[in-house]
Nanobody, 122 residues
């Protein structure tokens, strides 16, 4: 069964950090560019970060540049999103998905995870 499973979300104070994980099963993540997306209540889903399958090149939304870092561990079939200096406006459900290019999904058959909630609040 093909699955992407996110974990690592939670409640954190402004300025804090979280690391999200996206673990794949049923397929090999190596061959796919992977991205993180988020959706806040009442807002459209937006691309947060992508990492390529070939040379590990990365893309970040302007709103998270310098604060978030995407990485992949192909041996563990997992992609991570390290989030530092979190702000209340980062509050959203975070999803990982395959076939991400510069914040956009480029394949209608992309795989998606179920999402993990991140809440930044004091």
């Amino acid at each position: 069964q093909v699955q992407l499973v996110e974990s690592g979300g939670g409640l954190v104070q402004p300025g804090g950090s979280l690391r999200l994980s996206c673990a794949a099963s049923g397929f090999t993540l190596d061959y796919y560019p992977i991205g993180w997306f988020r959706q806040a209540p009442g807002k459209e889903r937006e691309g947060v970060s992508c990492i390529s399958s070939s040379d590990g090149s990365t893309w970040y939304a302007d709103s998270v540049k310098g604060r978030f870092t995407i990485s992949r561990d192909n041996a563990k079939n997992t992609v991570y999103l390290q989030m530092n200096s979190l702000k209340p406006e980062d509050t959203a459900v975070y999803y990982c998905a395959t076939d991400c290019l510069e914040g956009v999904i480029v394949n209608t058959k992309a795989y998606w995870g179920q999402g993990t909630q991140v809440t930044v609040s004091s």
